[in-house]
C-alpha cells in the first residue's frame, strides 16, 4: 500500500490519502473501513441530460464523490472492494444523502476519514505499508495429475492456478500413454509456474507433493530452464524448495509451511509467526489443556484473571458493524499488550486464519493453568 498523506490523532479524527498496490491491499483496505467511515474517491455516474429534440439522454460523467460506508463488499476473485453509502460531498450530479456505490481499484487513490483511528487500525495502516511485512511464498501443490499454484502475500492466501490432467496407470501396455501424460501435465504445471511465480517478488517457491512427484517435477523445471534459457529459474534455482505432503489439495498447504526449511526462509515474517503461534497453540492444547483456550468468553474470563500469555484472533472480528463489539475487541487487544502479552492478528484470507476462525476466531495461550474455565458455558 502506498501512503501519499497521513493527517489523524490517535485515538482522535482525521484521514489517510492511500493507494492499492496489489489485491493484498484491497484486502487490507477492506479490513480499515468500517460502516461510518468517509471514504472519497473518483467514481463514474451515469447522469441523464436534456437532449435538444426535448427527450432525454443518459451520459457516464467521472466525479469525485466523498460517501458515509453503509456496507463494504470485498471480491476476492476480481480483486475488486465496493462501498455503499450515502454521498456527503455537494455535487452537480448527485444529492447529498444519495445512495452511491464506490468500487476502489489498483493502482487508484482514495482518502479514508474515520472520527476515530484507534490503535488496531494504526497499527493495520502501519503494516500495510511495511514492504517486510509480506511472507511473499509461492508454494506448488501437486500430485499425479494435480497440482495447485497458491501464493501467500502478506495479508491473503490466493490460489492462482489449478491444473487437472488426466494421467493412466502405469502397468502393461499403458506405460507409453502414462509417460506422454504425466510429461504434458508437467508442461502445463510450468506454463502456470512462469506465469504466477515472480522470483523478484517472493522470498522462496515450494514444491510439494506425496512421492516422488515433486523431484519429477522439479527435474523437469530445471531440465527446461536450461534447454529455453530461462533466466529466473535459472538464476534462483536455490530458491526453490522440495516438501513432503500428505496430497496435492489446499489442506495440506499448512503441511508445506510448517516444514523447517520453509520456515527458515520465512522466518521473519508474518505468515511465519501466525503459523508458529497457532501451532504452539494446537500443541499446547494437546499436552497442557489447562493452558490454552478459545472462544469469548473463555479468552475474556482468562484476560480478567491476568493469564493471557499469547492472544490470537482474527481480522474478521474486527469488522463487525456494531461499534461496541469492535471496540470491544480493540480493548482487549491493547490490554492483552499493556500487560505483557503477544498479540497475533491473524488475516481470515490467510490458511492459518481459516484455521483459527472454525475455534470461533479467538484463542490464548495462558501464562498458567486455568482448570476452572472448562466449568464456563462458551
Known amino acids: 500500500m502506498k501512503i501519499t498523506k497521513k493527517n489523524y490523532v490517535p485515538n482522535g479524527p482525521g484521514s489517510v490519502k492511500m493507494t492499492p498496490i496489489d489485491s493484498d491491499d484491497l484486502w487490507i483496505a477492506y479490513n480499515l473501513i468500517s460502516p461510518g467511515d468517509f471514504v472519497l474517491a473518483g467514481t463514474v455516474r451515469k447522469v441523464l441530460r436534456e437532449a435538444a429534440s426535448g427527450g432525454r439522454d443518459a451520459e457516464r460523467v467521472k466525479l469525485k464523490l466523498e460517501i458515509q460506508v453503509e456496507t463494504t463488499d470485498y471480491d476476492k476473485v476480481g480483486s475488486a472492494l465496493r462501498i455503499r453509502g450515502k454521498n456527503v460531498l455537494e455535487n452537480e450530479h448527485v444529492k447529498i444523502g444519495a445512495f452511491h456505490t464506490l468500487e ?44 495447485n499454484i497458491i501464493l501467500i502475500g502478506k495479508s491473503m492466501t490466493t490460489t492462482r492456478s489449478r491444473i487437472e490432467t488426466s494421467i493412466p496407470r502405469k502397468h502393461g501396455p499403458a506405460i507409453a500413454g502414462y509417460e506422454s501424460a504425466l510429461n504434458k501435465f508437467f508442461e502445463n504445471v510450468l506454463k502456470a509456474f512462469l506465469q504466477y511465480v515472480d522470483f523478484s517478488v517472493i522470498r522462496c517457491a515450494v514444491i510439494a507433493s506425496p512421492g516422488f512427484t515433486k523431484d519429477q517435477f522439479h527435474r523437469h523445471l530445471l531440465l527446461e530452464a536450461e534447454r529455453r534459457q530461462l533466466r529466473s529459474i535459472i538464476e534462483n534455482k ?23 526449511n520453509v520456515m527458515n526462509m520465512i522466518k521473519d515474517t508474518k505468515a511465519a509467526q501466525e503459523v508458529r503461534a497457532l501451532e504452539d497453540f494446537f500443541n499446547m492444547l494437546s499436552n497442557d489443556p489447562d493452558r490454552a483456550c478459545y472462544g469469548p468468553k473463555h479468552v475474556e474470563v482468562a484476560h480478567e484473571r491476568m493469564a493471557v500469555q499469547t492472544l490470537l484472533i482474527t481480522d474478521e472480528l474486527f469488522r463487525n458493524a456494531d461499534i461496541p463489539t469492535r471496540k470491544k475487541y480493540v480493548n482487549l487487544v491493547n490490554s492483552v499488550k499493556g ?40
Not at 536455490?238 to 523447517?260: F, M, N, Q, W
Open 339 to 378: 500487560s505483557g502479552g503477544v498479540v497475533h492478528i491473524f488475516s481470515s484470507m490467510h490458511v492459518s486464519g481459516e484455521q483459527l476462525a472454525q475455534l470461533t476466531g479467538i484463542a490464548a495461550i495462558l501464562r498458567f493453568p486455568l482448570p476452572e474455565l472448562e466449568d464456563i458455558e462458551m
Open 104 to 147: 476502489l481499484e489498483l493502482h487508484r487513490p482514495f482518502v479514508l476519514r474515520k472520527e476515530i483511528w484507534d490503535s488496531l487500525a494504526i497499527d493495520t495502516l502501519r503494516q500495510a505499508s511495511d514492504p517486510g511485512a509480506s511472507a511473499d511464498l509461492a508454494v506448488v501443490l501437486m500430485q499425479e495429475g494435480l497440482a
Open 238 to 260: 536455490s530458491r526453490i524448495v522440495l516438501v513432503h505432503t500428505s496430497s496435492g489439495y489446499k489442506h495440506s498447504l499448512s503441511e508445506a509451511l510448517d516444514a523447517p
